[in-house]
């Protein structure tokens, strides 16, 4: 059975936060790395940074995910092919009631957080299948196992990205493919709050106002690091991390 002895990586939604925080975290970890998002102008600054290789794209474009498959088989090809795939794309918007949904953002959210992810997905099984090995790491949410008030449009997609990500890992187990879900309750990021909340900067402050250290982008991006860099028959099937102040989504300690 073949074994990882290359570090080549897509990593998703690269452009800040989490996902920019994972591609600099493989990089230091000695790994090659295509970073992908649709802002082309935070890509390069990344890239320029970080040494990774910018790729803009949009996950929900059919021609954006085509585009993608074909420029990562060629920059890959002298480099042992792609083995390693890190979806980190995703978002929230709003904190509608089920009774005042506004289904413009339910769907945007559906279709970022889960047809995104199963667009990429289809796009690189087959190379990941013929790799003889790979792993896949789907970044969700705690809203991904506990739903509150408020949250019940992000956690429905959270939810779904979650369970696509179990039936994958039984789907793939007999292709060597392992699949790792990494789920992480408050982070207090530069951007996520601030567009759930519609650019409301007071209120995007209020979510970690009086919080003792939330988790950083660097610390969610030190545990996928760590994950996807162990030895390939070791797989952390679910990793859910949350800072010390917070218990669960609706329990969180403020001082």
């Not at 083995?83 to 929230?92: E, H, M, Q, R, S």
């Not at 779904?160 to 292709?175: C, F, S």
């Not at 879900?181 to 408050?186: Q, R």
């Not at 660097?218 to 102040?245: K, M, S, W």
């Amino acid at each position: 059975m073949a074994e990882n002895t290359s570090k080549n990586a897509i990593v998703t939604g690269a452009s800040s936060g989490i996902g920019a925080a994972t591609v600099r975290q493989l990089r230091t970890d000695g790994w090659n790395v295509i970073a992908v998002a649709r802002r082309e102008d935070r890509l390069a600054q990344l890239a320029q940074e970080t040494g990774a290789i910018a790729f803009a794209a949009d996950i929900t474009a059919d021609d954006d995910v085509a585009r993608l498959h074909a420029f990562t088989t060629d920059t890959f090809a002298q480099q042992g092919g792609l083995d390693t795939l890190i979806n980190i794309a995703g978002g929230a918007r709003g904190v509608d009631t089920v009774a005042n949904a506004d289904l413009a953002d339910w769907e945007w959210m559906y279709q970022v957080n889960v047809l995104g992810t199963v667009k990429v997905l289809k796009a690189f099984l087959p190379d990941l299948r013929a790799h003889g090995f790979g792993t896949v790491l789907n970044l969700t949410s705690t809203a991904a196992h506990i739903t509150y008030e408020g949250g019940a449009g992000y956690s429905a997609a959270k939810f779904g990205q979650h369970a696509l990500t179990n039936a994958l890992r039984l789907e793939e187990v007999e292709n060597n493919l392992r699949v790792i879900e990494v789920a992480p309750g408050m982070v207090a990021t530069e951007e996520f709050s601030l567009n759930r909340l519609g650019g409301n900067q007071d209120a995007a402050d209020k979510v970690y106002q009086g919080v003792e250290k939330p988790l950083t982008a660097e610390d969610v991006a030190g545990v996928v690091g760590y994950a996807v860099g162990l030895a390939h028959h070791i797989n952390l099937d679910q990793i859910v991390l949350r800072p010390v102040a917070q218990a669960a989504a609706h329990k969180v300690i403020r001082r």
